[in-house]
């Protein structure tokens, strides 16, 4: 396939950006998205030119990474991630556009790669449970009813890479709150702390300038990994709760 790429390049942060233009030749239909930047950065690299900045690690849809807008859609056309977006999914002569996540509390680092710190401060904020440290428990201590168990395991699948807050116009982070709220809100183990974990994960939230969720459903769309719309309904929930208790 013969491609035109028109890619979002930036110095830094502090430095406009504008869309840059690129023409690549031999795109083979099994390459991974990210294969095919690694070959347009290889010709760059071969030209004496700065290569595109863009992020990655496990490539395999796990880690939460990466993140790209392409063609104007958070992880491209398919239900998935960057990384494991293929080339089969464009046709010969394409343009595709190729632009970093766009919200507020995602600054650009360089081109394509954001800081998604924001996320990691939320989590800090109440996503874990506190147990005692010792020998492991026998594994059917806390019994665990199994729709309890399947909602947390459906919640847990968020890998935080950030595509609900890309594909929001209100730039809300709503869905991955409300994932981590759901997923340790219905087991056992999160309850002790489930009060004060709700109200310190959304003052942080609207502290790291994320908007208001107002139920338009393009988080979910754009989710890699499916988490529904209602854990957003299960994060209200808990919050009004939480609110009654004083919290
Ligand atoms: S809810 Fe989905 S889109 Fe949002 S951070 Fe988690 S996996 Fe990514
Ligand atoms: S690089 Fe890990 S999910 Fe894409």
């Given at each position: 396939?013969?491609?035109?790429?028109?890619?979002?390049?930036?110095?830094?942060?502090?430095?406009?950006?504008?869309?840059?233009?690129?023409?690549?030749?031999?795109?083979?239909?099994?390459?991974?998205?990210?294969?095919?930047?690694?070959?347009?950065?290889?010709?760059?690299?071969?030209?004496?030119?700065?290569?595109i900045?863009?992020?990655?690690?496990?490539?395999?849809?796990?880690?939460?990474?990466?993140?790209?807008?392409?063609?104007?859609?958070?992880?491209?056309?398919?239900?998935?991630?960057?990384?494991?977006?293929?080339?089969?999914?464009?046709?010969?002569?394409?343009?595709?556009?190729?632009?970093?996540w766009?919200a507020?509390?995602?600054?650009?680092?360089?081109?394509?790669?954001v800081?998604?710190?924001?996320?990691?401060?939320?989590?800090?904020?109440?996503?874990?449970?506190?147990?005692?440290?010792?020998?492991?428990?026998?594994a059917?201590?806390?019994?665990?009813?199994?729709?309890?168990?399947?909602?947390a395991?459906e919640?847990?699948?968020?890998i935080?890479?950030?595509?609900?807050?890309?594909?929001?116009?209100?730039?809300?982070?709503?869905?991955?709150?409300?994932?981590?709220?759901?997923?340790?809100?219905?087991?056992?183990?999160?309850?002790?702390?489930?009060?004060?974990?709700?109200?310190?994960?959304?003052?942080?939230?609207?502290?790291?300038?994320?908007?208001?969720?107002?139920?338009?459903?393009?988080?979910?769309?754009?989710?890699?990994?499916?988490?529904?719309?209602?854990?957003i309904?299960?994060?209200?929930?808990?919050?009004?709760?939480?609110?009654?208790?004083?919290?």
């Open positions: 396939m013969k491609l035109t790429l028109n890619i979002w390049r930036q110095a830094d942060s502090a430095s406009p950006g504008k869309i840059h233009n690129y023409e690549l030749d031999e795109v083979s239909e099994d390459m991974s998205f990210l294969e095919m930047l690694d070959v347009l950065n290889e010709e760059l690299n071969a030209k004496g030119e700065e290569p900045a863009f992020d990655s690690d496990c490539r395999e849809g796990i880690c939460g990474m990466c993140g790209l807008m392409i063609n104007g859609e958070a992880h491209g056309p398919e239900v998935t991630t960057t990384c494991q977006l293929h080339m089969r999914s464009f046709k010969d002569g394409d343009s595709i556009t190729v632009e970093p766009r507020d509390a995602f600054p650009v680092v360089k081109d394509l790669v800081d998604r710190g924001a996320l990691d401060r939320i989590i800090a904020q109440g996503g874990y449970i506190s147990v005692n440290t010792g020998a492991a428990p026998d059917h201590a806390t019994p665990v009813p199994k729709d309890k168990a399947d909602r395991f919640a847990a699948a968020c935080g890479c950030g595509a609900c807050v890309a594909a929001c116009p209100n730039g809300s982070a709503s869905l991955f709150l409300g994932a981590k709220i759901t997923h340790l809100g219905e087991l056992p183990q999160g309850q002790a702390e489930r009060d004060s974990r709700v109200v310190n994960m959304v003052g942080q939230h609207d502290h790291e300038g994320f908007g208001g969720c107002t139920n338009i459903g393009e988080c979910t769309a754009a989710c890699p990994k499916e988490i529904p719309l209602d854990v309904s299960r994060l209200n929930w808990d919050l009004h709760a939480a609110l009654r208790h004083g919290k």
